[in-house]
Structures are given as C-alpha cells and as structure tokens.
C-alpha cells in the first residue's frame, strides 16, 4: 500500500496560505503509514538505510555546498546574526561530519524490540516491558542544516516516521538534504514518508504540525526560547523540550583549587553558545578570597565580562553589579554572573530558585555533600567535580542526541535513541486462563 501526496516533501513549495492545512495533513498521513512500516523494519534495513542516505550525500557535496551558499548570501542580505550564519554554514568538513554522523548512528545498539524486566506471575504467566517507537515525531528547528539530517538519523534507527520543519534562513540546504534523504530510503525501499522535510516556509505550517495529534505522537522544539514557548503554549501535542539553559558550578570550601579553577573556566569558556554553558558560578564563603581572584585572572585572558554579587564585588573591583535578572540569565556570550554563598544550603536553594532544572555541577572533596547536591538539586543532570559541557548525547555514550529535555515525562536529559521509544508490556502464556 502506498500513500499518495499531491505535495513533494523536501523542495521548496511557493503555497497560499490556505493551501498550507491540506499540505500538512498529507505529510501526517504519509507519515502516519510509514510509521507502521517502519515498526516491522529491522535493525539491518534500517542501518541500509542510513548507509544509502550518506551514499547520496557523498554523491551530492556539491550540490549541498552550492545550495548553502545560496542560504548564506541570503542571510547576510537580510542582516541575519554572524552566530546565525556559523550555524548555518556547511562546508566539506561538516558535511564529512554529517556523513560520519550518518554511519555512527548506524553503529549504535538498536533499542526497537529489547525485552526487559521479565518476571513469572503466580499464574504461570511470563511478563515483561518492550521498547517500541514512539510513532512520528514532529521536530521543529531553527539555522542548522545538519540538525536536518541528525534527525532524520535517530528517528530512523530509533523506527521513529519523522516529518522536520528547519528554518526559512536553510531552506535551499534543507531541500538539497531532503533530496537526499529521499534517495537513500528509496534505495532500500522503506517509505518516502518515513523522512519528510517540510517544503514551505508559511509560518502556518508549524501551527498546524502541532495540532495533528491523529498524525503527530510528539513534538520536539529546538531553537529559541520564544519558539519554544510558543511550541509549549498552542501545542496539542505532547512536548519534548527545554526552555532555558541557566547551569550553575558550585565550588564548596573542600574543593580541590586546581579542580576547581580547570572545571570553573571549562564551564563557561569552552562554548559560549550551548545550552550547557555555566551562566552562574556560586562559591562557597570560606574559599571565595582564595579562589575567585585567581578565577577572575583566567576569565580575564577569555574576556569574559563578569557580574557578581556585594560580596563578590569587594574581591573583584572590575565585576559588575549584577541585578536580580542576571541570576535568570542564560547569556550564550562570554558573560558570567557570580555569587558567593554560605554553604551547601544556599547553593541548592539558589539553584532551586534561579535556576532552569537543566544541568548542575558541584565541586568538593566531601562525599557526603556531593551525596546530598546529587539527591536534592532537582536538574536533568547533575554533575560531581566535573564540567557542565558534559551534559551531553555523544558524552554520555548515547552516541548522539535530538535534543536536551528538563521534562520529567517521558525523556529528561539527553535524548538519544533509547529516548524516542516508549514501552509496552508483553505477556507470554501457555494457555493459562483467569479464575
């Protein structure tokens, strides 16, 4: 059986406003089909599939690079943010990385159809819990292209149909992926509709992805935080998402300095622009005069603009005030607010208050304290004496991720492959009936 859709998934589509609906509902119906194909595919078919996929992204280098800068000298013309633009280009060492991505996930373990927790009931019977897809996702996202194909990857592998919506800034980059993507699942024989890259730029397109819930089993928002509000707000949809990435270190009086000094600086300096970046350092009273001039110095070669509290100010004259809104920051700029506390106490309650659940790092050589942040510091992550930019898919040996979630249900952290399945239980019997 085959869906038919009057739209082709992938190139750019000039559509009216009201032509956007009946284009959205094919993409949930073709998706909604492949779904169920793509639960009977097996992990082989799958990785060919992958494999086909980064055959034809080989084949078509070219025709990628010349279609990102398209979108590039598109973006400077519309004074799009020199961040924006790094995120969106591609050239031959990210798409090399794209294809590598592509035969990594590959590699990855399958969770589809794992068989846990198997236990005999008194009645003779057998019962367990099986990973199985979720279904179709929905993926929402903003500048970077390879995000396009990063995506397409873990829902395929995880069995997931999957339709994307990249922003109109890497609309002519999507479209030469998508082609791509087409090719690949086309050469193994799996659904067209098992990737389908929106293929219009009308806004009305996302409000209508998030409402198809006959079609759509889960969102997942990647962007900005008012796309992510938005996606939170008017979505029927079950949401995967984080809102903000406001992480703390908090460096306690037992601390190693050098631990400390290497994993304060890491955190803030190694990537400005992630959501795993430190925004707040909290420093323990006793060790605030030892360590933060020494801090301030390191900071000083990043040119990291410093923001710090009454007390931090009397040690560091060169910080700023910082007001009550720095404590809610998430900069994604060399900026760093910095309180000092009184205890462990403090620090978790400042957290707790200020702070956006995602990932939290304490730094001390008291196992008892690091116990207790770990148990009450209520974040997606919480780290012992190590970097916040830790907090992340391939380093937590998930080998890649769709996105960081700070949601309790169903995914909360990192979500890999495992975390774009559910389960169902299985009962196994041998003719046993209920008395």
């Known amino acids: 059986m085959s869906v038919s859709t009057p739209f082709q998934s992938g190139a750019l589509q000039h559509l009216s406003s009201g ?6 509902q094919a993409l949930g119906q073709a998706a909604r089909h492949a779904a169920s194909e793509l639960r009977r595919a097996d992990t082989g078919l799958k990785n060919r599939a992958l494999f086909a996929i980064a055959d034809r992204l080989k084949a078509a280098r070219a025709r990628i690079l010349d279609a990102n800068a398209a979108d590039l000298q598109r973006g400077r013309e519309n004074g799009l943010e020199s961040a924006l ?24 373990p399958d969770p589809v159809g794992e068989i846990d927790d198997m236990q005999y009931r008194p009645s003779g019977i057998q019962v367990g819990k099986m990973r199985v897809p979720l279904g179709v996702i929905g993926i929402i996202y903003e500048s970077r292209p390879n995000v ?26 999507n479209a030469a992926i998508s082609a791509c993507i087409q090719a690949g699942l086309a050469d193994v024989g799996l659904p067209a509709g098992s990737v389908q890259v929106v293929a219009t730029t009308d806004r009305a397109a996302v409000g209508e992805m998030i409402s198809m819930p006959e079609y759509v089993d889960v969102i997942i928002p990647r962007g900005g935080k008012s796309l992510i509000e938005r996606i939170s707000r008017e979505a029927r949809v079950p949401v995967i998402k984080h ?19 290497a994993i304060a600086v890491n955190a803030k300096t190694h990537r400005y622009g992630t959501c795993n970046t430190m925004e707040t350092l909290l420093v323990d009273a006793p060790i605030a005069d030892l360590l933060l001039p020494e801090l301030a110095r390191a900071y000083g070669e990043h040119d990291v603009e ?32 910095i309180k000092i506390v009184d205890g462990i106490e403090e620090a978790i309650a400042h957290i707790e208050f200020y702070g956006s659940h995602h ?17 009450e510091v209520d974040s997606s992550s919480v780290i012992v004496n190590a970097s ?32 774009l399945t559910t389960r169902k239980y299985v009962v196994f019997g041998d003719g046993q009936v209920r008395e």
């Open 359 to 375: 990932t939290d790092a304490i730094v001390t050589q008291d196992y008892s304290l690091a116990r207790r942040f770990m148990a």
């Open 85 to 108: 633009l790094d995120r969106l280009a591609l050239d031959d060492v990210r798409v090399s990385s794209m294809i590598e991505g592509l035969h990594h996930v590959a590699a990855l």
């Open 306 to 337: 410093l923001r710090g509290c009454q007390r931090t100010l009397a040690l560091l004259p060169q910080a700023i005030a910082a007001t009550d809104a720095d404590w809610t920051a998430e900069y994604l700029a060399p900026i760093l607010a």
């Open 388 to 419: 916040t930019r830790f907090a992340d898919g391939f380093e937590y040996g998930l080998g890649a991720e769709i996105g960081i979630s700070t949601d309790k249900l169903h995914a909360r952290g990192p979500v890999g492959l495992e975390g």
């Open 243 to 261: 809102l903000d990435g406001v992480c703390h270190v908090y460096i306690d009086t037992t601390a190693d300095p050098a631990k400390a000094l």
């Open 19 to 24: 032509d956007v609906p009946a284009y959205m």
């Open 148 to 173: 396009t194909l990063e995506a397409a990857s873990l829902c395929l592998k995880s069995g997931n149909a999957c339709i994307l919506r990249g922003g109109s800034e890497a609309s002519a980059s």
